[in-house]
């Protein structure tokens, strides 16, 4: 579904001579997430990881490499892959329903159709009866949310998300986990999505990669199913106090922790 | 001996009828020390002292008329008029001069200014032309422009137009480049084209800032309003201004000051509902 060969990020000209710690962000990415995957990129911070992302989203042209989506190359941002942002990058002059169904605005078609649409999908992650609430007015994880629905609701083949959960306190963010698990397995989307939380990472991945510290490159590569388990209806806070969950997560802790080596 | 009085015992258990509200609505601070009443108390108190310089005869009523003279000027200024027109169609010909003005302005410094925050060349163009005329009073260029444009209508809204251009042009590019990246990269992964991108999330996101802008511009064209009105009017506040000064009618030049003030005031207040309105998202996110 996303097949990324030999791909490179480097800063070029004036900038190479500049910049004291390398000039190299990514250093030839070989990876192939398969459709309907959850696939979790983990690093530590400043890694590019989500330099990563952002070359799938185009919006960076990677230096080198060649970088494809559903088989067709990614030459810029498109509609074929859609972004949920940490800060939510929601639009303050559009109520919860005119934020979701704004891709499909920007594509034309009824308003009737459009928000029928929107609707499901705000139903999907749990927000019906907020449509015309401004989005102001949300909490935080509600606001992700949001994010989530209208990302789904351009229908993408793709859904890439950037440290979605990374600005929630530490519960809203367990239950958000739990709502993206139910999303991916009702919508049966390729997801790939760009945490430092190695424990969420555990827990969602059916793909996980692990990156190295810049210029960086994939260290670890783990395919693994409690998400999926979660998915079909094992409880969260059972999974993650299994013995083979624990042991795991604490085995890419270290990987995570020998790339991070460093005082911070 | 009893201790406790039934009148304590009332009050300990239960209070008496009516009493029971009266805890519940925290008490703000009284009426006389609230913002709004002590400006109105402090602009009594002026008058008040205007009116008692006044009376004890201190300044001649030709430099400085008591409040009662200026106030029967009012009325009959209203009523029959000042050189040809009445006090209302003098403020009529100013706020449509300032109107016209701002009308002008925005339908070219917006769009100028959302294209001055999309492009760093464009950007690079304009700035030191805005940059160079901006902070220079509007009564130095207002004899070149009269040169150019003749002493008619067009000078006069030229000049206040000039006024409201800069600050609104500064204002609109600001706010284009102050638009959220991420917002910008969410229409584009949405498939946004670059119409799309401007008027789905540049100009609203530049909203508010413009709307600032507009309210800078506006204080900024209203104050040159009697240097435009210095040159052939016929007509308005600040030519009644001056040539009521000429006669030295101060009870004239006092009224059209007020009027001058008040209409800037209510201008700024009716802006700042607008903004309200319109962003209320502004500063929440």
């Given at each position: 579904m996303v097949e990324l060969q030999a791909v490179t990020v480097g800063y070029r000209g004036a900038a190479a001579s500049t910049?004291?710690?390398?000039?190299?962000?990514?250093?030839?990415i070989d990876w192939q997430v398969p459709a309907g995957a959850l696939a979790v990129l983990l690093g530590p911070?400043?890694?590019?990881k989500s330099s990563l992302l952002n070359v799938i989203a185009g919006f960076i042209a990677p230096s080198g490499g060649r970088v494809a989506v559903a088989g067709r190359p990614v030459t810029g941002p498109g509609a074929d892959r859609g972004v949920v942002f940490q800060d939510d990058a929601?639009?303050?002059?559009?109520d919860v329903l005119g934020n979701v169904a704004l891709p499909l605005r920007l594509r034309g078609g009824g308003r009737t159709a459009r928000e029928d649409r929107a609707r499901h999908f705000l139903q999907l992650v749990g927000?019906?009866?907020?449509?015309?609430?401004?989005?102001?007015?949300?909490?935080g994880g509600m606001r992700q949310r949001v994010g989530i629905a209208r990302a789904l609701a351009a229908d993408p083949e793709v859904l890439l998300m950037d440290?979605?959960?990374?600005?929630?306190d530490a519960l809203t963010r367990e239950r958000m986990q739990e709502l993206l698990l139910k999303v991916w397995h009702a919508t049966g989307k390729t997801i790939v999505l760009v945490t430092h939380g190695v424990e969420e990472a555990v827990f969602l991945a059916t793909d996980l990669v692990v990156l190295s510290r810049?210029?960086?490159?994939?260290v670890e590569h783990r395919v693994l199913d409690f998400g999926r388990r979660h998915a079909q209806g094992e409880g969260a806070r059972a999974i993650k106090s299994l013995p083979d969950f624990v042991s795991v997560r604490e085995q890419v802790l270290g990987t995570v922790y020998a790339q991070d080596g460093g005082l911070h | 001996m009893s201790a406790i009085s039934p009148l304590t015992v009332r009050t300990l258990v239960q209070p008496a009828?009516?009493?029971?509200?009266?805890?519940?609505r925290p008490a703000g601070p009284p009426w006389w020390s609230r913002p709004g009443a002590i400006s109105l108390v402090s602009v009594l108190v002026l008058l008040g002292l205007w009116h008692a310089v006044t009376a004890l005869r201190w300044i001649e009523p030709l430099f400085l008329p008591p409040p009662a003279a200026v106030w029967e000027k009012l009325l009959r200024v209203a009523g029959e008029g000042y050189l040809d027109a009445t006090l209302w169609q003098h403020a009529g010909a100013s706020l449509a001069r300032v109107g016209l003005a701002l009308l002008f302005a925005v339908l070219t410094a917006v769009p100028l200014g959302l294209w001055m925050g999309w492009s760093a060349r464009v950007r690079g163009v304009f700035d030191p032309l805005i940059e160079f005329y901006?902070?220079?009073?509007?009564l130095a260029y207002l004899p070149l422009i009269v040169i150019w444009?003749?002493?008619?209508e067009v000078s006069k809204v030229l000049l206040i137009t000039l006024a409201i251009f800069a600050p609104l042009v500064i204002a609109t590019a600001t706010g284009v480049r102050q638009v959220e990246e991420t917002r910008r990269r969410a229409a584009l992964a949405f498939g946004a084209t670059r119409w799309q991108l401007l008027r789905h999330v540049v100009l609203p996101g530049a909203l508010p800032e413009i709307l600032t802008g507009v309210r800078v511009g506006l204080g900024v064209g209203w104050s040159t309003l009697v240097a435009a009105e210095?040159?052939?009017?016929?007509?308005g506040l600040g030519f009644m201004v001056q040539s009521a000064a000429q006669f030295l009618n101060t009870d004239i030049v006092l009224l059209g000051i007020f009027t001058i003030a008040l209409i800037a005031f209510g201008l700024e207040l009716g802006l700042r509902a607008l903004q309200r309105r319109l962003v209320p998202w502004q500063g929440r996110g």
């Amino acid at each position: 579904m996303v097949e990324l060969q030999a791909v490179t990020v480097g800063y070029r000209g004036a900038a190479a001579s500049t910049t004291a710690v390398g000039t190299t962000v990514l250093d030839g990415i070989d990876w192939q997430v398969p459709a309907g995957a959850l696939a979790v990129l983990l690093g530590p911070s400043g890694c590019g990881k989500s330099s990563l992302l952002n070359v799938i989203a185009g919006f960076i042209a990677p230096s080198g490499g060649r970088v494809a989506v559903a088989g067709r190359p990614v030459t810029g941002p498109g509609a074929d892959r859609g972004v949920v942002f940490q800060d939510d990058a929601l639009l303050p002059w559009l109520d919860v329903l005119g934020n979701v169904a704004l891709p499909l605005r920007l594509r034309g078609g009824g308003r009737t159709a459009r928000e029928d649409r929107a609707r499901h999908f705000l139903q999907l992650v749990g927000l019906e009866g907020f449509e015309s609430r401004p989005v102001w007015e949300l909490s935080g994880g509600m606001r992700q949310r949001v994010g989530i629905a209208r990302a789904l609701a351009a229908d993408p083949e793709v859904l890439l998300m950037d440290e979605p959960f990374g600005a929630l306190d530490a519960l809203t963010r367990e239950r958000m986990q739990e709502l993206l698990l139910k999303v991916w397995h009702a919508t049966g989307k390729t997801i790939v999505l760009v945490t430092h939380g190695v424990e969420e990472a555990v827990f969602l991945a059916t793909d996980l990669v692990v990156l190295s510290r810049r210029p960086a490159r994939i260290v670890e590569h783990r395919v693994l199913d409690f998400g999926r388990r979660h998915a079909q209806g094992e409880g969260a806070r059972a999974i993650k106090s299994l013995p083979d969950f624990v042991s795991v997560r604490e085995q890419v802790l270290g990987t995570v922790y020998a790339q991070d080596g460093g005082l911070h | 001996m009893s201790a406790i009085s039934p009148l304590t015992v009332r009050t300990l258990v239960q209070p008496a009828p009516g009493e029971a509200e009266a805890p519940s609505r925290p008490a703000g601070p009284p009426w006389w020390s609230r913002p709004g009443a002590i400006s109105l108390v402090s602009v009594l108190v002026l008058l008040g002292l205007w009116h008692a310089v006044t009376a004890l005869r201190w300044i001649e009523p030709l430099f400085l008329p008591p409040p009662a003279a200026v106030w029967e000027k009012l009325l009959r200024v209203a009523g029959e008029g000042y050189l040809d027109a009445t006090l209302w169609q003098h403020a009529g010909a100013s706020l449509a001069r300032v109107g016209l003005a701002l009308l002008f302005a925005v339908l070219t410094a917006v769009p100028l200014g959302l294209w001055m925050g999309w492009s760093a060349r464009v950007r690079g163009v304009f700035d030191p032309l805005i940059e160079f005329y901006r902070p220079v009073p509007p009564l130095a260029y207002l004899p070149l422009i009269v040169i150019w444009f003749g002493i008619g209508e067009v000078s006069k809204v030229l000049l206040i137009t000039l006024a409201i251009f800069a600050p609104l042009v500064i204002a609109t590019a600001t706010g284009v480049r102050q638009v959220e990246e991420t917002r910008r990269r969410a229409a584009l992964a949405f498939g946004a084209t670059r119409w799309q991108l401007l008027r789905h999330v540049v100009l609203p996101g530049a909203l508010p800032e413009i709307l600032t802008g507009v309210r800078v511009g506006l204080g900024v064209g209203w104050s040159t309003l009697v240097a435009a009105e210095l040159v052939a009017a016929t007509r308005g506040l600040g030519f009644m201004v001056q040539s009521a000064a000429q006669f030295l009618n101060t009870d004239i030049v006092l009224l059209g000051i007020f009027t001058i003030a008040l209409i800037a005031f209510g201008l700024e207040l009716g802006l700042r509902a607008l903004q309200r309105r319109l962003v209320p998202w502004q500063g929440r996110g």
